[in-house]
């Protein structure tokens, strides 16, 4: 299923992702068949006219899994407001309060909560602290063609196997 819009938020070791869709339709008959949901976010970086480290572009990418949770502003008007408010303010626009609307949106807010061993995330640059995941301007680094080297990383993992 894909949702375009989605706000998010950290909460006791969990991941919580709100979504909205429409109140009929073929995605929510297949929620409400089975609520485990998978999400995938994903931000690519080109760079094709200045290789950095050996490469043209970086990317992230999560991947979380978890249940969703149809939720109707009648049902629990609480948690439609949180969902409703956190669509906007992840995707950088103006809350516009649901108090202020003459009527509640005819649609459900998707509540997904993930616990956190279900949340993966990769990177083609290798990223060791929070600081390293905002993605580099490679054009102002001085030009660099030596290979990440990613010894510690690779037996972090080994020792983990």
């Known amino acids: ?8 938020e950290l909460k006791d070791e969990k991941l919580y992702v709100y979504v909205h869709f429409m109140k009929r339709g073929h995605k929510l008959d297949l929620m409400r068949k089975n609520p485990k ?11 094709p006219d200045c290789k950095y480290k050996g490469h043209y572009h ?3 990418s999560v991947i979380a899994k978890g249940v969703i949770r149809i939720i109707d502003a009648n049902d629990d008007y609480i948690t439609f407001e949180k969902g409703y408010n956190l669509l906007y303010t992840c995707n950088q626009r103006e809350i516009v309060p649901l ?3 003459k009527t ?3 649609m459900y807010i998707g509540e997904i909560v993930c616990d956190m061993k ?6 083609e640059f290798p990223i060791r602290t929070k600081e390293d995941v905002p993605f580099l301007d490679v054009h102002s680094l001085p ?3 030596t290979p990440f080297d990613i010894s ?8 983990h196997i």
């Open 104 to 106: 509640i949106p005819p």
């Open 99 to 101: 108090q202020s609307r």
């Open 58 to 60: 970086d990317y992230r």
């Open 152 to 159: 510690d990383l690779l037996s972090k993992k080994k020792s």
């Open 1 to 8: 299923m894909l949702f375009s819009k989605f706000g998010y």
């Open 37 to 47: 949901v998978c999400l995938e976010f994903s931000a690519f970086h080109d760079f």
């Open 118 to 123: 279900n949340v993966t995330a990769k990177s």
């Open 143 to 145: 030009h660099d063609e």
